[in-house]
């Protein structure tokens, strides 16, 4: 059975920075397409940045492109979300995603996501 874990969210100001951790147990995070999305209060879930080990290709949101980045700690099995320069607008419960179909422009869960629980990240201003 596949189990995804988030922590690391937190209150943080405006500008600041903070990294989100996704620890991941009964599946390799080498062999599959791996994702964080987020959701605001009020709105739809959205894919922010999602990638392959085995590619070269990483999807950004525009939103965040530039401020956030995606990686993986293949021994400890880990994805992580650096988040620089946060803002307002990046409060959100965010989501680590194992399991996701992407592209260069695009990033969606699958019947076969396994989604964790989330981290609430908060942004002051």
């Known amino acids: 059975q596949v189990q995804v874990e988030e922590s690391g969210g937190g209150l943080v100001q405006a500008g600041g920075s903070l990294r989100l951790s996704c620890t991941v147990r009964g599946l390799s995070i080498r062999s599959y397409s791996m994702g964080w999305f987020r959701q605001a209060p009020g709105k739809e879930r959205e894919a922010i940045s999602c990638?392959?080990?085995?590619?070269?290709?990483?999807y950004y949101a525009d939103s965040v492109k530039g401020r956030f980045t995606i990686s993986t700690d293949n021994v400890q099995n880990t994805l992580y979300l650096q988040m620089n320069n946060v803002k307002s607008d990046d409060t959100a419960m965010y989501y680590c995603a194992a399991r996701v179909s992407y592209g260069a422009d695009t990033c969606r869960g699958l019947q076969e996501t396994t989604w964790g629980q989330g981290t609430r990240v908060t942004v002051s201003s």
């Open positions: 990638n392959n080990w085995l590619t070269s290709v990483t």
